[in-house]
């Protein structure tokens, strides 16, 4: 299966919201093949050649509006998972310092542990999804980059996949700090409160398994490990 397959799949898989901020991989290839197709077509000459320039810069142009795309919905989604981090780690803290016994602690109070968990995990799985995210689009813009190079024999993969490692959507030293904390967080909450609700909490974890943030994130890794198994040539991502 090639790699517009295996896109096609996770977009099956992935958020709703989230569809459109991928990589427009298929009008990238159509792009290609277009400009492959004149150049094919023209005759030699000065006028041919400005002309067919004109498609190429045309492609050019298209390729930094997408990753103009990317690094917009990187940038936000990093700053509302950082925000909806600190807030539930305000909210942790609360729990953490009302923290008694599971005997004498309010309905209220034990609705609070299980809805902050479910945030929690909510919010780990969609930082999943955007590491994943990450992931993904920098595949799909090298493939398609080596695509513009076979067909057009244009040189500027090198140089563009370069720059492109050095933008938000791919190096996100935030993000991955982001995560890190979420993980911690996460497991040191469990450790916490798994012992005093351990069915509560496994009720929880069931249906946010059931749910879309949680189940995208999970398909998406497990699409991109099988991709990555059966293809080898996307180990060097």
Known sequence: MNF????????????????????SYSLLKKRIKLIEAIKSDIITGDSNQVFLNGYEVGFINLLNLELD?????????SRDCHIRLQKLKDRIEKIKNGYTQAAVMSSHERD???????????LHGELILLENYSVWNFTGLRKILKKYHRRVHAVMGDNYIHW???QPFFANEFLLEI?????EILQC?????????VNAMGEMFQKEVE????????AALEILNEMTKINSAYNDV
């Not at 609070?112 to 909510?122: F, H, P, R």
Request: glycine share 2%; proline share 3%.
């Open 189 to 197: 909450f469990l450790c916490m409160v798994l012992p005093l609700y």
């Open 4 to 23: 517009k397959k295996w896109l096609e799949l996770l977009l099956e898989k992935t958020l709703p919201e989230w569809r459109d901020h991928y990589i």
């Open 164 to 166: 492109a490692k050095c």
């Open 112 to 122: 609070e542990v299980i809805l902050a968990g479910k945030d929690l995990v909510n």
């Open 179 to 183: 995560i890190s904390e979420c993980h």
């Open 211 to 218: 749910q879309s943030v949680y189940k995208s994130s999970m």
């Open 69 to 77: 795309k990317l690094n917009r919905f990187m940038e936000e989604k």
